[in-house]
T-cell receptor, first 114, second 114 residues
Framework: AQTVTQSQPEMSVQEAETVTLSCTYD???????LFWYKQPPSRQMILVIR??????QNATENRFSVNFQKAAKSFSLKISDSQLGDTAMYFC???????????FGAGTRLTVKP | DTGVSQNPRHKITKRGQNVTFRCDPI?????LYWYRQTLGQGPEFLTY????????KSRLLSDRFSAERPKGSFSTLEIQRTEQGDSAMYLC????????????FGEGSRLTVL
């Protein structure tokens, strides 16, 4: 079974600083996707970034980038130039190819302080 | 398009009663998912529809749970004989074929079973 572990229940960062959220996963699959989703307070969850396991290049989306270490089964999210609007729960998620059962971690609550 | 819509947003019921939640996905999305999220945890997959066909069901979806998506449009999730352990946020998400893992979530329906 696939499991996703986020070892940091809560983190905080000063506005304009950089923060890294950790995620590890366990799978025997070789083809899969990894995701980071953001859930702002009282708002719906939105996709931040997606990584396909066969791609060696780390995905980036503006201020958001990942460090994907396939052998170590690690998938961290770096947020640069943190903004107050980045305050949210962040969930790491895993999905096998040709499957629709997305597995989420327990989340990391990030607070950006002014 | 206003995104994924869920109703009701909050439901308080007594143990043993039946409840039904509705999800209206983004109109051009043919895939629809139901997830359950309890406090302090990430979403857990319940079931998945492609058009009107229910293609995957989690073992979390006991016999008391049933989901439908008539005509491949809106979906309903019914819980019969509710138990206190059913108290959770029920999330609906939709996506397009080919956009693996890019789920668009609704704001959820919070169920409280007394």
């Amino acid at each position: 079974a696939q499991t996703v572990t986020q070892s940091q229940p809560e983190m905080s960062v000063q506005e304009a600083e950089t923060v890294t959220l950790s995620c590890t996963y366990d799978t025997s699959e070789s083809n899969y996707y990894l995701f980071w989703y953001k859930q702002p307070p009282s708002r719906q969850m939105i996709l931040v970034i997606r990584q396909e396991a066969y791609k060696q290049q780390n995905a980036t989306e503006n201020r958001f980038s990942v460090n994907f270490q396939k052998a170590a089964k690690s998938f961290s999210l770096k947020i640069s130039d943190s903004q107050l609007g980045d305050t949210a729960m962040y969930f790491c998620a895993f999905m096998k190819y040709n499957n629709n059962d997305m597995r989420f971690g327990a989340g990391t609550r990030l607070t950006v302080k002014p | 398009d206003t995104g994924v819509s869920q109703n009701p947003r909050h439901k308080i019921t007594k143990r043993g009663q039946n409840v039904t939640f509705r999800c209206d996905p983004i109109s051009e999305h043919n895939r629809l998912y139901w997830y359950r999220q309890t406090l302090g945890q990430g979403p857990e997959f319940l079931t998945y529809f492609q058009n009107e066909a229910q293609l995957e069901k989690s073992r979390l979806l006991s016999d008391r749970f049933s989901a439908e998506r008539p005509k491949g449009s809106f979906s309903t999730l019914e819980i019969q004989r509710t138990e206190q352990g059913d108290s959770a946020m029920y999330l609906c998400a939709s996506s397009r074929t080919g956009e693996a893992g890019e789920l668009f979530f609704g704001e959820g329906s919070r169920l409280t079973v007394l």
